[in-house]
């Protein structure tokens, strides 16, 4: 079975700041990861996903997030937010790579810009 | 392009009733999944649905069940609706060629009271 841990379940930063939100999965098997975002009182939008090849990915809104495999990690990275970045982040697995069928999520992280 | 459309947003129950919650996913799309989100367990997946067969099914007990129409469109059904269900319940569809990602409706707020 699939895990995935978000180390931090809030993140405090400064407009123009950079910011790093962790994630670390757990799987015996290859895996497609995505971050999503949740934005109050709606769905999740696909931030970015990670399905093979290159292991730097680029999101949209200035997101980026690099595949480690040998620290099972996936961390999403932005050198400057915004204050309108002020979401809840989540991280995701698919545990059926070719199908990308039933994602499991991390617990989220809520990232909260300020002035 | 139309995104995902679940319908109602916002819906009241009681304890005992049963609840239909529908999902229209994006035109083409044929995988549709659900998800049920709460503060305690955070967002788990209930099941998904490819040419009008579940394909997967989460840890959820018989009480939820759903099905999928010739159209792709999906409904959820919860039976015998318990405090606990209270929830927000997210539809994804996908086009489903493996690893395109999951679009998501903006979800169902459930109170059950």
């Known amino acids: 079975a699939q895990s995935v841990t978000q180390l931090d379940s809030q993140v405090p930063v400064f407009e123009e700041a950079p910011v790093e939100l962790r994630c670390n999965y757990s799987?015996?098997?290859?895996?497609?990861l995505f971050w999503y975002v949740q934005y109050p009182n709606q769905g999740l939008q696909l931030l970015l996903k990670?399905?093979?090849?290159?292991?730097l990915v680029k999101g949209i809104n200035g997101f980026e997030a690099e595949f480690n495999k040998s620290q099972t990690s996936f961390h999403l990275r932005k050198p400057s937010v915004h204050i309108s970045d002020t979401a809840e982040y989540f991280c995701?697995?698919?545990?059926?790579?070719?199908?990308?069928?039933?994602?499991?999520f991390g617990t989220g992280t809520r990232l909260q810009v300020t002035l | 392009k139309a995104g995902v459309t679940q319908t109602p947003r916002y819906l009241i129950k009681t304890r005992g009733q049963q609840v239909t919650l529908s999902c229209s996913p994006i035109?083409?799309?044929?995988?549709v999944s659900w998800y049920q989100q709460t503060p305690g367990q955070g967002l788990q997946f209930l099941f998904e649905?490819?040419?009008?067969?579940?394909?997967n099914k989460g840890n959820f007990p018989g009480r939820f069940s759903g099905r999928q129409f010739s159209n792709s469109r999906s409904e959820m059904n919860v039976s015998t609706l318990e405090l606990g269900d209270s929830a927000l319940y997210l539809c994804?569809?996908?086009?489903?060629?493996?690893?395109?990602?999951?679009?998501f409706g903006s979800g169902t707020r459930l109170t059950v009271v």
């Open positions: 994804a569809s996908s086009f489903d060629t493996g690893g395109h990602g999951y679009t």
């Open positions: 995701a697995v698919s545990d059926r790579p070719g199908t990308a069928s039933k994602l499991t």
């Open positions: 990670y399905l093979s090849g290159s292991t």
């Open positions: 799987s015996s098997v290859s895996v497609y």
């Open positions: 035109s083409g799309h044929r995988s």
């Open positions: 649905y490819f040419s009008e067969t579940q394909r």
